[in-house]
């Protein structure tokens, strides 16, 4: 049976740039490519979790516009169940312009739109989905108080959660216990307001015993931190064409094998592998790898 998974969180139409190098403050430079596609960390979260081989449904608000059609596309071309998604009469859909440079390197901006208004009600309403799944994701593209409410409803329903803190932020301690796993990068772990290294700082984040923080460090692989147990799992050496999105092709690579059943490492490897097929092509959404891909990648090495 596939693994069941829920992501509760963000549709954005990402509008992405590519150029040889950013623009500072005040300068014009040329791009060199354009691309409008699907993107929003619970989203991309979504579609990478499906194109692994999950059974996956998806909690969220667009607007009603035309950028609501291509969210609709890639869910309905991936196999991600949409019935839970509501359209809103009053805001638009979430929009992110991304400035990706030649090394890969991506700048973001989020206008999250109707995300910000995913209601209590959206996530009663795909109540019975959410007890039927194995885990439930989250990320911090909609109101915190919508994830903290989704995380406490998978918590009584018996899921095991993960909370992606992306974009960076500072959050409440309520919300981190909520989560069985964080999945920062260096960035988001300095924003939870934890200074240090790496290790000692994810470790301050955790108020469980059960609870495990997984550190994504780009090419240096991720840092595993669950209560007395630390281990750095390399990552793939790949051609990096655009980084965007790769944590997202992380977190639901986590998720998927954890939900399969796979000990900490090995999902750990395997998320590892979907973020690294993930930066080898432009996009977002559209450059998550399928399973095949993972399991041949995983399989070469
Ligand atoms: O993680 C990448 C995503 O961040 C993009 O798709 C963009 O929409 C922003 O949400």
Redesign the pocket.
């Given at each position: 049976m596939p693994a069941k998974i829920v992501v509760a969180g963000?549709?954005?139409?990402?509008l992405t740039s590519y150029m040889q190098r950013m623009p500072r403050p005040g300068e014009t430079v040329h791009g060199e490519r354009f691309v409008t596609?699907?993107?929003?960390?619970?989203?991309?979260q979504a579609v990478a979790a499906a194109r692994l081989g999950a059974d996956v449904t998806f909690i969220g608000r667009l607007g009603k516009d035309v950028f609501a059609e291509l969210a609709y596309e890639i869910w309905d071309a991936e196999g991600v169940n949409r019935d839970y998604v509501a359209q809103d009469d009053e805001v638009a859909t979430?929009?992110?312009p991304?400035l990706v440079d030649s090394s890969g390197e991506?700048s973001?901006v989020?206008v999250l739109g109707a995300n910000l208004r995913v209601q209590p009600a959206d996530i009663d309403a795909a109540r019975d989905k959410i007890a039927e799944a194995d885990i439930l994701i989250v990320?911090l593209?909609i109101n915190l108080d919508m994830v903290t409410y989704a995380l406490q409803v998978a918590k009584a329903e018996g899921l095991t959660t993960i909370l992606n803190p992306?974009?960076a932020a500072a959050l409440p301690a309520e919300t981190l216990a909520l989560a069985d796993y964080l999945t920062p990068n260096q960035t988001e772990l300095e924003a939870l307001g934890v200074g240090g290294a790496v290790v000692e700082a994810a470790r301050s984040l955790l108020t469980r015993d059960d609870q495990t923080a997984v550190v994504t460090l780009g090419s240096a692989g991720a840092q595993i931190v669950s209560g007395a147990e630390t281990a750095l799992v390399r990552s793939f050496d790949v051609d990096v064409v655009d980084t965007?999105?790769?944590?997202?092709a992380f977190t639901a690579g986590l998720a998927v094998a954890l939900a399969e059943g796979a000990g900490l490492a090995a999902a750990v490897r395997f998320a590892n592998a979907s973020a690294a097929l993930c930066v080898t092509k432009p996009g977002?959404?559209r450059s998550t790898p399928y399973r095949h891909e993972v399991d041949a990648l995983l399989a070469a090495e």
């Open positions: 963000s549709f954005n139409t990402d596609g699907a993107g929003g960390k619970g989203s991309n979430g929009v992110a991304i991506n973001i989020v990320q593209e992306a974009p965007t999105g790769a944590g997202d977002t959404a």
